[in-house]
């Protein structure tokens, strides 16, 4: 055992590192970009090294159209440099051009233990009744995932509060490794779940989340929507008839507000109480309007950007092909690492 491993007793030395990713299977939301993208930003801008992965082997746990699956990889990547992710100081990629990826993945299906996955809310909600028929891939999805994170021995992984539950998994599968081998060679990764839009609802039922792949897009905000769509979703979202209150415990039985609450407020970066001191007693009839304003001004300017870098798609496949070759960089010596743990004879000649 080489030092590197952080032999039991010996302070384990992880340096901070943050990684996140989204699935390209389908576009951005007002979802995405306030529970992650706009996070994955603040980190790069506090100048913690951050990686951003567009997991489109995560994508195919359920059927993917190839030529959409390749529109929406390009897409997400414009997203991300849009929102102010720079690929020269993180590293933008997409999963499926670093095979360690893969490789950790099939390692952790052998740690993870099949009672964990049943436990899985992902997988129940998007298997649904018809759990026979779905992929093996969309169970064993946490292993990938736990792979993305630790082939980095990432520490923090900003996420939005849905993934709470994987990356506990990801904690527990890197806790069993440890303690099977003997080493401390995975960080146990710290959730980074923060801000007041970690669950944004759907404008539609406040009850449920909003996502790229609800059947009506008026539930959502697309980031490639107009400004004229934007208002309209707005003003048609599902509320209550009573105005906004003027303290933040008069949100507590009404979803539909508080949700359209925390969206200004993750907006406009401030807090719920702050909003609510601008529009308490005031109806919706004034604060829809001010709302899409505000989501108009913050939005369009990424929008714009998407669709001009969307012009130049060979440009963007040459950044996700740079940022795959640094990220390979990172995570290759640590899966090899991990395939010496475990026993595996490793006596190829360099390349
Ligand atoms: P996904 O679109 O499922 O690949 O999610 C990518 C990232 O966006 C994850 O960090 C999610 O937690 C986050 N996210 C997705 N939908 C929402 C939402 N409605 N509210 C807050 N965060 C979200
Ligand atoms: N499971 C995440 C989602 O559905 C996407 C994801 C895959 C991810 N690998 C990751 C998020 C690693 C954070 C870290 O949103």
Known sequence: MSEADNAPG???AFTPRVFSGIQPSGGLTLGNYLGALKRFVEKQEEGIESIYCIVD?????????????RRATREMAAGFIAAGIDPERSILFNQSQVSAHAELA?????????GWLSRMTQFKDKAGKN?????AGLFVYPSLMAA????????????????????????EIAGKFNHDFGVDFFP????????????????????????????????????????????????????DP???????????????????????????????ADVLAQFGGQGFGVFKPALADLAV????????????????PDEIDRILGRGAERADAIARPILERCYEIMGMVRSRPPR
């Open 106 to 114: 099939w390692l952790f299906n052998c740690v993870v233990r099949m």
């Open 242 to 272: 009573e105005p906004l209150p003027e303290a933040v415990e008069g949100l507590a039985e009404r979803p539909e507000a508080r949700n359209l609450v925390n969206i200004y407020a993750a907006l406009a970066d401030c807090s719920t």
């Open 297 to 312: 001004e913050k939005l369009s300017p990424i929008n714009a950007e998407m669709q001009r870098l969307m012009r130049d």
């Open 188 to 239: 146990l990764t710290e959730p980074l779940i923060e801000g007041t839009a970690t669950r944004v609802m759907s404008l539609r039922d406040g009850t449920k989340k909003m996502s790229k792949s609800d059947a009506s897009d008026m539930s959502r905000i697309n980031l490639t929507d107009d400004a004229d769509t934007i208002a309209q979703k707005f003003r048609k979202a599902r509320t």
């Open 148 to 171: 993305d994170i630790l082939a980095y021995h990432a520490t923090h992984v900003p996420v939005g509060e849905d993934q709470k539950q994987h990356l506990e998994l990801t904690r």
């Open 10 to 12: 010996s302070a384990p």
């Open 57 to 69: 082997l995560h994508a195919i746990t359920v059927w993917q159209e190839p030529d959409k699956l």
């Open 131 to 135: 759990r026979e028929n779905a992929s």
